[in-house]
């Protein structure tokens, strides 16, 4: 007998929270310099795009500044941020290419909502410098490792990804009865704390059943679409 695959590859799902994070800090291997706060986002490639402004320890440095670049993903639920995964992206600076930098800023503009972003592309004073991904280290609930930039490189988000948040967006708005039902019956237990709707890829749903306590439900076989997923959803929260 078969068993369902029960959730994504780990280089897919690693690129997947690295499309849904923002950089929160940056800092320069074998540097005395301090950790300091970043801005930018990542790329369609999976690589951190840094917005570095005048007096900052990383404006004017030399290319290939080898630095280690921490991303946040969080899922907002009941108007709290909540922490979903860490990823350490070690690799080298370099400058985006003028001829890249517009299509550069507009992969990182939803993360990085700064006036100087696209001051950057006219050639003013910020600069866009992009991290070439050395290898990654993830922490994404009791799950870590490391991988090299060739597997992660490599990979790519879930297909579904966009349809997916938009439906978990939706879910966790309008639909917090069924989706707590649907948590009592998969457990076989009241649901004392609130349930979320945490993950959602081709390969299932993962609920949020109050801190640290999470419920991965697979799909009989992988969905490859976005109205088969919202099909495989529709049925989750069914009685």
């Known amino acids: 007998m078969r068993h369902p695959v029960t959730a994504p590859p780990v280089p897919e799902r690693v690129r997947t929270l690295a499309a849904l994070s923002a ?134 988000p879930d297909p579904l990804l966009p349809p997916a948040e938009r439906m978990v967006r939706h879910v966790n708005e309008s639909h917090s009865e069924p989706l707590k039902e649907a948590a009592e019956r998969l457990t076989g237990e009241a649901a004392h704390d609130e349930v979320w709707l945490w993950e959602l890829d081709r390969y299932g749903a993962t609920l949020r059943l109050g801190p640290g306590h999470l419920v991965r439900v697979p799909w009989p076989a992988p969905v490859a679409t976005p109205e088969a997923l919202e099909q495989a959803l529709a049925c989750l929260l069914s009685r």
């Open 23 to 156: 950089p929160t800090h940056v800092s320069v291997a074998g540097s005395e310099v301090p950790t300091a706060a970043a801005r930018g986002g990542v790329d369609g490639r999976g690589r951190p795009v840094l917005l570095v402004k005048p007096g900052e320890a990383l404006y004017g440095a030399p290319a290939e500044t080898l630095v280690t670049v921490d991303l946040s993903a969080t899922r907002e639920v009941g108007g709290v941020e909540r922490h979903r995964a860490l990823l350490k992206v070690r690799g080298w600076t370099q400058p985006v290419p003028a001829a890249q930098a517009r299509a550069a800023a507009v992969a990182i503009a939803e993360s990085c909502p700064d006036e100087d972003l696209f001051a950057a592309v006219e050639g003013g004073a910020p600069a866009l410098l992009r991290v070439d991904v050395c290898h990654v280290i993830y922490l994404t609930g009791g799950e870590s490792g490391v991988l090299d930039a060739e597997t992660y490189l490599a990979s790519a």
